[in-house]
């Protein structure tokens, strides 16, 4: 079943769990991801960077629709951190149900304006739209970038943000980084921010760069308007250091279905902990 983000995320916040944002960027990926989503009966948004579809090309969405209209969870196509106009109405042609605009690291008028511009042409076509407010770490490595120092999101410009703009939802910066956390940093989320939001804002949050953040800190961020976790680290590198391992150890494998399978196995591993997290389990159940 395929699904608007507000459609999908409207049942998330009633019943207070939070559904998995995967980045996508190879079939075997998706297919891991789907499988596992199905066995759980679990909703879950599929997600594409501007540089991944860059990448695959356009007819992999048609591949990715294609496995959500056939599946029995709700699925969101999503596109991640669109930066243009361009990006946005290539993903609406693509098919996408949901878009980001993130004009976060511009100044605060220019991201209502083109946010809005953006919620103006998605809402016409039905596309879902969530946009950014302060901005998320970066921990290199990663090319959703952000900046060096968190600048958490301020309560009065959220609520005057999502008023002027009629975004979705929102991805509110509240100590989390892109990318994979150096051994030596120690994430922390800021809940009493995160309560604040919760308290004047409607709309649910979207929470960036959550590989790495302890899990009982994202299970709280939950009860408190969080609706969308983006999960994009922790599933490539368990692939791809299973990939490597698997052609280290045998030099003269090159059939697919033998390199594979233990490479989703770890994706699959991954996938049913954050839906653990997430409190996502069984809730396709309610749609
Ligand atoms: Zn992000």
Known sequence: MLYTMKALLKVAKANKFAVPAFNICSFDMLKAIMEEVEAQRAPVILEIHPDEIDYLGDPFVATVKEYALRSNVPVVIHMDHGGTIADVMRAIRNGYTSVMIDASLADYEDNVALTSQVVELAHQVGVSVEAELGTIGNNGGSYEGGSDTIIYTDPDQAVDFVNRTGIDTLAIAIGTAHGLYPKDVKPELNLPLLKE???????????HGGSGNPDAEVSEAVKYGVGKVNLSSDLKSVFF???????????????????????NEKVKEVVRHKLHILNTIGKADLY
Not at 197 to 207: A, E, G, H, M, S
Not at 241 to 263: A, G, H, K
């Open 241 to 263: 250091n299973e990939i490597r391992r698997v052609l280290n150890e045998n030099p003269d494998m090159y059939e697919p279905n033998q390199v594979y399978p233990t490479p």
């Open 197 to 207: 939001l919760n308290k004047r804002i409607d709309i649910p949050f979207v929470l």
